[in-house]
């Protein structure tokens, strides 16, 4: 059994493959540009580990990994356009760099690779893996449209924050492992048990990743400390601290969001001081280990030995521990 | 034998029932907008029209025709944002009425949703079929990439052009009509002939668009006589008038075209008189004719009945004859 850091470098090296074949026309400059822009390259990795768990053969898979990565950065660019991103992994994001037109259009060529890398799999499994993938990629996009419309509003509620980001984030690591899976021979029930696996880890994972903006450790973070809270955004702590103070106190949660002018480092200090009177990080870690838990669940259930198992369990344990 | 006008019923009332099944999220609102702005259609009923002709049964083609006109709907919503249209079909653009985020991730989800339904017909061609509309909708995008880097460009050549108008334009009809073939159980043979009469057709098609553009009745064609020339749009027309007069006359054609204040009315006149100059617009009826006349060639090769191919025929001549 390969891996994660294995399965990685056969991703990375298989985009450079289809960079080749991408050909001249300058059409594909930002889709070679994107790709190049790296990450973690984690939903095709599982997709491969997954295939592997059930006996599969990697050749069958890879291109369905490599599908994955190219429609999650066509999601990736496209969202860069409508937050008005200027920077993607420390790099000009593709519409800074060539334009909106540039980025539309090149976005819209990722999106049918990606379809068209997805369908080069076994015959035996094509038209379930194009079922996942068809509804996986709609169901991302109804998320991505929940986030915006979520910017315009002041009523979110916490159910509606978690669907958002099962739509956004959860399904696409949910469906890579599912597709992996029923490539690799698995059963219709383990195939769905890995793929509620992959649901409830994006979900806790979206959780950890709102916590640790607010109280993660900056240089081991990577990002900057509070980010979240300077530009408003509807996070769990967020929607958390609002349900529980419920506008008490003197110098509320809403009055800090309303506020147009103000020092950031003051923003986040306050807002902190907020959260920490109600214990939020405490109930969003409640939360975020409920779904951890629940995915331990899912991968026990699976009809495969423990042994087999164990590669799963080391990655959860280790994509959870990264701040410690 | 149904007629053209049968199928595009078939495709109106199909489309009522797309819509119906996309869901009450926002997301889908701009989607059933612009399907609902109407068009021709002519891409999926030609699509049914050569899956009957080869005697396949319309259930196991209607959805790879909606597939079609979904793809094609999607791509007029990206190009609008990326022409800054502010119309379409009388009414306005989807960035227009709500935004250009919304219309990039409406586009976004149209695309996947013309996969999806592409992938509702019979395994037996279920891979010829996707590998078909993959390469066409790539193709579509680097044509449209083409167009747009044409605008900044002033040494475009007719061989260029008529690649872009291939691409952007003509590849998708061929494609619809190669897709019913094969799901009507064409040889290779007949559906790469059916494939050459779309992709010739559609060439001359655009030419006389062209043409039309300059030389058309306003109130049957529908649309601004000389609009293109307003605009300065690298039509077969300009190209081919700017290589005849290659830079000769007083007031040549380059002069109009990086004049920044004009009046319409004067420019329009000005340069048909530069066209009329050199007969223009005999040349291009000579390329449009010679394009015809292959796409005629290419349905005489079908090994099919004469009677067959009469409503091809018809269709073809019923489209060429719009202006007389």
Redesign the interface.
């Known amino acids: 059994m390969r891996n994660v850091i294995d399965y990685q470098q056969i991703i990375a090296d298989s985009i450079v493959e289809f960079k080749k074949g991408n050909?001249s026309?300058?059409?594909f400059k930002p889709v070679n540009y994107i790709l190049d822009l790296g990450g973690k390259r984690l939903r095709p990795a599982l997709l491969l580990m997954t295939n592997d768990l059930f006996g599969g053969d990697i050749d069958d898979a890879i291109n369905c990994a490599l599908a994955v990565e190219v429609f999650h950065n066509f999601t990736l660019l496209?969202d860069d356009?409508?937050d008005s991103a200027p920077i993607r992994r420390g790099s000009p994001t593709v519409h800074e760099k060539w334009g909106?037109?540039?980025a539309?259009?090149s976005?819209?060529?990722m999106?049918?690779?990606a379809?068209?890398l997805m369908?080069q799999c076994p015959?035996r499994v094509?038209?379930k893996v194009?079922?996942i993938f068809?509804t996986t990629?709609?169901e991302v996009?109804?998320g991505?449209?929940?986030d915006?419309?979520f910017e315009k509003r002041n009523d979110v509620s916490i159910p509606e924050y978690i669907k958002m980001v099962e739509l956004k984030t959860a399904v696409l690591l949910a469906g890579a492992m599912k597709i992996g899976a029923i490539i690799g021979g698995a059963s219709d029930e383990d195939a769905d048990r890995i793929y509620e696996f992959g649901r409830n880890l994006g979900i806790s994972f979206q959780i950890m990743d709102d916590i640790l903006d607010v109280y993660g450790d900056q240089d081991k973070f990577g990002k900057q400390v509070g980010g979240d809270i300077i530009e408003n955004k509807k996070t769990f702590l967020m929607l958390k601290a609002l349900e529980m103070t419920n506008g008490s106190g003197e110098c509320t949660l809403n009055d800090w969001m309303e506020k147009e002018e103000f020092d950031p480092v003051v923003k986040v200090r306050e807002v902190i001081k907020i959260y920490d009177s109600v214990n939020v990080r405490s109930s969003c870690e409640i939360e975020m280990n409920r779904y951890y838990e629940t995915a331990m669940n899912n991968l026990n259930q699976l009809s495969l030995s423990e042994e087999k198992k164990a590669p799963l369990f080391s990655f959860s344990e280790a994509l959870f521990n990264r701040e410690q």
């Open positions: 050909g026309n300058r059409l496209h356009i409508m909106v037109n540039e539309i259009l976005g819209d060529v999106m049918v690779q379809v068209q369908t015959d094509l038209r194009l079922d068809h990629a709609v996009c109804v991505q449209q929940m915006m419309d």
